[in-house]
């Protein structure tokens, strides 16, 4: 079955810290995946796409098929980096393209 | 250019009642999608649209229903509320599956 997970629910770093969101994805088809973020009390964005291997806020993400895993990095984290990010795959069912997200990890930056 | 709106941003019911949360988009996007956010569980799909005039069922349809008659609204219903509709709602349109806006949400409390 077609699943994204992401098995930490919190990640507490300080600021100037790495930080590894991790994310697995299970899909036996070509995938195709996204972060997606939610500040406080905003809504949610999307952050960066691999397809893309673009660099968005200090954030890159590798899609790697052999681990099926689309881990989130930062070498330096910010106190503004502080947020739920959720890791998105998109599936092609029942004739649509649609998204399916993980159940989103929460980053906190202490100063 | 609004973006994605929702109506209302808060609202009570208690068990049994029913109501529909507005969702509208000023970008012209084609697709249209109506999420719960649940705590642990992430964005799960409840139904979207791929165009006026057609809806589809997501991962979690049971106790709703949706209609696009229109372009730019997709209304998202619930008959007869349940304590286990208790969630954040949220809309997104797209005209990519994986490129998705989001709405600002909608919290729901049933009682």
């Known amino acids: 079955a077609q699943r994204v997970t992401q098995p930490e629910k919190l990640l507490s770093v300080f600021k100037g810290a790495p930080v590894e969101l991790k994310c697995n994805y299970s899909y036996s088809g070509s995938p195709e995946l996204f972060w997606y973020v939610q500040y406080s009390r905003q809504r949610l964005q999307l952050l960066l796409r691999?397809?893309s291997r673009e660099s968005i806020k200090g954030f890159t993400a590798d899609l790697n098929k052999g681990e099926t895993s689309f881990h989130l990095k930062k070498p330096f984290a910010q106190e503004e980096d502080s947020a739920m990010y959720y890791c998105?795959?998109?599936?092609?069912?029942?004739?649509?393209?649609?998204?399916?997200f993980g159940a989103g990890t929460r980053l906190a930056v202490h100063p | 250019n609004a973006g994605v709106t929702q109506t209302p941003k808060f609202r009570v019911l208690k068990t049994g009642q029913s109501m529909t949360l507005l969702c509208a988009q000023d970008?012209?996007?084609?697709?249209m999608y109506w999420y719960r956010q649940d705590p642990g569980m992430g964005l799960r799909l409840i139904h979207y649209?791929?165009?006026?005039?057609?809806?589809a069922k997501g991962e979690v349809p049971d106790g709703y229903n949706v209609s696009r008659l229109k372009k730019q609204n997709f209304l998202l219903g619930l008959e007869s509320a349940a304590p286990s509709q208790t969630s954040v709602y949220f809309c997104a349109s797209s005209n990519s599956p994986g490129t998705q806006y989001f709405g600002p949400g909608t919290r729901l409390t049933v009682l």
């Open positions: 998105a795959l998109s599936m092609f069912s029942g004739g649509y393209n649609k998204l399916i």
């Open positions: 970008m012209n996007h084609e697709y």
């Open positions: 649209s791929v165009g006026e005039g057609t809806t």
């Open positions: 691999h397809i």
